[in-house]
């Protein structure tokens, strides 16, 4: 009552285990009524492939490994289904690693990876430390990198600029007469990018520097206690932005436990355009990025790449929208 192998598909279908293993591999090359024998024989036995074995013989694993900063938080969602769609259209496998927001976890993730011979490496975020890249580099297989930009991709990055994001949210709020300003984000650098954006922007139009608060985790708890914290330090601050629209939605909660007004007396903003962020009352201002196309067009140019094409841009720009909606 085992597993059937291969060979029991092949005398059940009157052929040889050779023809069979063709039929799975290439059915193109081989006639419709013997592929239907197989289906057929493959129907009756519960016969799984083993695709182990069938990777090592062709030397193709038909993995796509995607690697994010964590799976605990739903702004990267929409970029993994996105992949997910691009490279399964193509009849490859993801294959999700978490790398929880470090670069000894991505490093050691990376290592664990390439034991599954994955043909080809999506990561959220640009890999900065240099043992990584170069590991990376010397596997020779499609890399893209997404959620940031830089000049020195490993091989192809499509993203966003997050210090652009977070200047952009500045402007809106200085040109709301709002210049006592906070930020609230994590240690990771895609938060402290949006962060250095927002304090420059905030310089350049000559106000004081933005309440910079960092925590840990990036949860509706963090973002109600940062407010907390934020307005006991500061109780003038008239906006501020959270780095995601999850801490946004605990600082707006936090606000609405406090009888604080949003956003006659604080604004708030966040980023990832979330449909929580879109339900709220008051629905929260935030920055909206192509989460989903920016994971659909990296599965794509995975495709293109394995198929032999090479890459017409290195680095793809995919911008971002402020959204303004009620809460500031």
Avoid at 138 to 143: D, F, G, K, S
Avoid at 284 to 289: D, F, G, K, M, S
């Amino acid at each position: 009552m085992g597993r059937p192998r291969i060979e029991e598909v092949a005398t059940h279908a009157g052929i040889s285990a050779i023809t069979v293993s063709r039929a799975l591999r290439h059915p193109a090359k081989v006639a419709p009524a013997t592929r239907a024998r197989v289906a057929a024989a493959i129907e009756a036995l519960g016969y799984i492939p083993n695709l182990s074995a069938s990777s090592l013989a062709s030397r193709r694993s038909g993995i796509v490994a995607l690697l994010v900063p964590t799976i605990g938080n739903s702004i990267f969602a929409e970029t993994v289904q996105g992949v997910a769609d691009a490279v399964g259209a193509a009849g490859l496998q993801l294959l999700l690693g978490d790398y929880g927001y470090s670069d000894e976890g991505e490093r050691k993730l990376v290592g664990a990876l390439i034991g599954r011979q994955p043909e080809a490496l999506v990561v959220i975020g640009v890999v900065r430390d240099q043992s990584t890249r170069a590991m990376l580099a010397r596997l020779a297989i499609p890399v893209i990198e997404t959620w940031d930009l830089t000049d020195h991709p490993i091989d192809t990055v499509i993203g966003f600029s997050n210090e652009a994001a977070g200047a952009a949210i500045a402007r809106h709020f200085v040109a709301h007469g709002r210049t006592r300003l906070a930020f609230v984000g994590g240690r990771d650098r895609r938060a402290r990018a949006r962060a250095a954006g927002f304090a420059r922007a905030a310089a350049n139009a000559g106000i004081g520097p933005p309440q910079d608060l960092t925590v840990e985790g990036i949860g509706v708890a963090q973002g109600r206690r940062a407010l907390a914290d934020v307005v006991a330090a500061a109780p003038l601050t008239q906006a501020v932005f959270f780095a995601t629209d999850i801490l946004a939605v605990g600082g707006l909660l936090e606000c609405q436990r406090r009888d604080i007004a949003v956003p006659g007396q604080l604004a708030i903003a966040g980023l990832g355009d979330l449909e929580i962020a879109r339900e709220l009352h008051p629905a929260l201002t935030t920055v909206a990025i192509p989460s989903y196309e920016m994971g659909r067009r990296a599965g794509e140019i995975v495709v293109r790449r394995l198929a032999g094409e090479q890459p017409l841009e290195r680095v793809i720009d995919l911008g971002f929208t402020v959204q303004v909606r009620a809460s500031g």
